[in-house]
């Protein structure tokens, strides 16, 4: 199985995005939890169109919307097509502390290949699986490519 741990902030949304929600007097510049790109979503459903992959949410909004079922209600109206599958435990480590908790506790799932779309780069042992955005621009196309290939090769 093929599986992307994903984070929100800085992959799903952006500084530009909120930016642009801010001066457009949208209705959800105030409402944070409503802060998701659809163009950044565009982008992961192609990423998970193509590779089959499924989702493991790595990110902070996992407290905020507990539990598999809580984030995946949160987030399908958003339009993600991928299958959320799980959320990694919250320890007060780093990520990649807690990504790694994941895979180890979830061997049965048979997870052959797996990336990570952060913003952030604490992933320790892991940093090698890590594709990196930017909370200035979120999830890029320079990001889907390269998902895609790791994925899929």
Same mark, same amino acid.
């Given at each position: 199985?093929?599986?992307?741990?994903?984070?929100?902030?800085?992959?799903?949304?952006? /500084?530009?995005?909120?930016?642009?929600?801010?001066?457009? /007097?949208?209705?959800?510049?105030?409402?944070?939890?409503?802060?998701?790109?659809?163009?950044?979503?565009?982008?992961?459903?192609?990423?998970?169109?193509?590779?089959?992959?499924?989702?493991?949410?790595?990110?902070?909004?996992?407290? $905020?919307?507990?539990?598999?079922?809580?984030?995946? /209600?949160?987030?399908?109206?958003?339009?993600?097509?991928?299958?959320?599958?799980?959320?990694?435990?919250?320890?007060?480590? $780093?990520?990649?502390?807690?990504?790694?908790?994941?895979? $180890?506790?979830?061997?049965?799932?048979?997870?052959?290949?797996?990336?990570?779309?952060?913003?952030?780069?604490?992933?320790?042992?892991?940093?090698?699986?890590?594709?990196?955005?930017?909370?200035?621009?979120?999830?890029? $196309?320079?990001?889907?490519?390269?998902?895609?290939?790791?994925? /899929?090769?």
């Amino acid at each position: 199985m093929k599986v992307i741990f994903l984070d929100l902030d800085g992959v799903a949304n952006s /500084n530009k995005f909120i930016t642009h929600l801010r001066q457009t /007097n949208s209705p959800i510049r105030y409402k944070p939890d409503q802060w998701i790109d659809p163009v950044a979503v565009e982008r992961l459903n192609r990423i998970t169109d193509t590779t089959k992959a499924n989702i493991v949410i790595s990110s902070s909004w996992r407290l $905020d919307f507990p539990g598999t079922t809580g984030i995946t /209600n949160h987030l399908k109206p958003f339009g993600i097509t991928g299958k959320i599958i799980g959320v990694t435990k919250y320890l007060g480590a $780093d990520r990649g502390s807690e990504i790694q908790r994941y895979l $180890d506790e979830n061997k049965d799932k048979n997870i052959d290949k797996f990336i990570i779309l952060d913003d952030n780069s604490d992933m320790e042992d892991l940093i090698d699986y890590l594709i990196q955005t930017s909370f200035e621009d979120g999830l890029l $196309d320079e990001h889907v490519e390269l998902a895609i290939k790791l994925l /899929n090769d």
